[in-house]
């Protein structure tokens, strides 16, 4: 087991009683499978008490061994309040809340389902500021606390075919700085992780999401989406656990920064940012329907097709 000084959360409250307790009690939502397990297991590794929460009860046997896990929607209110309190009976305390709990709806603007969009940002966003504003009293009373919101470089960085995914990833990159301002000098830090593509599940879920009503327009920015990397990111995807060693890190830090892109080619992307639309647009445009050809010739190579 890795001493006291290791395994608390270090905050600008460093000499409190609390802070000095060696096992943390951490809220991860979204823990039933890809970023969200792996960061539950990464805490759980340091001797941690891990809330594992997810809308999906069905969690991997190394989560529900080490974790306590609890069925959670995050766009119930009732329920959100309800996990929290049950948590605070139980251990008078939470010192972190991962908000990692997401999906995402595709296809071009014009032709998602409204309603699809709408249920969508309320995980997103309104799900991440609901628990916010759940565990945030008992934080600010206890002078301590990190709140770690998982986000994406899209939030920053929109794609064809994506859009209200990049809106709401954005929507959180904007609610998190805020959040982070107006808590300065309570002792309780927001921060952001942004990685880019991960090798989890969350792309072939997405496709099979995908509308069939489509506007033939569209035809290019659809194939980038099935059969490129737009989604999945091919070989330059990172592992799920790369992103949990990044939270970890947004934990334990002292003076945690603002924003963690997760690998070179999320710091890429944010560094990209900065250049004018009229150069990012037809890099972001030509990307996806190149992918496409890489991805056919690399199987057509191999024989994977």
């Not at 959360?9 to 792996?38: C, F, K, N």
């Not at 301590?144 to 998982?150: F, K």
Request: proline share 4%; aromatic share 6%; hydrophobic share 40%.
């Amino acid at each position: 087991m890795a001493d006291r000084t290791d395994t608390k959360i270090r905050t600008g409250a460093e000499s409190s009683d609390e802070t000095d307790r060696e096992e943390q009690v951490v809220l991860v939502t979204g823990a039933a499978s890809g970023i969200g397990a792996a960061v539950a297991r990464g805490c759980a590794d340091r001797d941690w008490q891990v809330y594992a929460t997810d809308i999906d009860s069905s969690f991997p046997d190394d989560v529900s061994e080490r974790c306590r896990c609890r069925r959670l929607d995050v766009t119930d209110a009732e329920q959100c309040q309800r996990v929290v309190d049950d948590i605070l009976a139980e251990t008078r305390r939470i010192d972190a809340l991962v908000n990692n709990a997401g999906y995402a709806v595709l296809g071009p603007v014009e032709d998602v389902d409204p309603t699809a969009a709408r249920r969508q940002f309320d995980v997103l966003v309104h799900g991440v500021a609901t628990l916010c504003r759940a565990v945030l009293p008992s934080m600010r009373a206890a002078g301590t606390g990190r709140i770690v919101n998982v986000s994406s470089v899209l939030g920053h960085s929109a794609y064809p075919g994506m859009g209200t995914y990049c809106a709401g990833k954005a929507a959180l990159e904007a609610l998190t700085d805020s959040l982070r301002m107006e808590l300065h000098g309570t002792g309780v830090d927001a921060v952001l992780v942004e990685p880019a593509w991960v090798d989890t599940d969350f792309a072939e879920t997405a496709r099979t999401e995908l509308g069939e009503d489509r506007t033939a327009d569209y035809d290019g920015t659809y194939a980038a989406l099935e059969d490129g990397w737009m989604l999945d990111g091919g070989p330059l995807a990172t592992d799920p656990e790369t992103v949990s060693a990044a939270v970890v890190g947004a934990l334990t830090a002292p003076s945690p920064k603002a924003r963690y892109p997760v690998g070179r080619f999320a710091r890429f992307v944010r560094w990209a940012h900065f250049l004018p639309a009229g150069i990012q647009d037809p890099i972001r445009r030509v990307m996806g329907r190149a992918s496409v050809t890489v991805r056919r010739v690399s199987e057509f190579v191999t024989g994977e097709r």
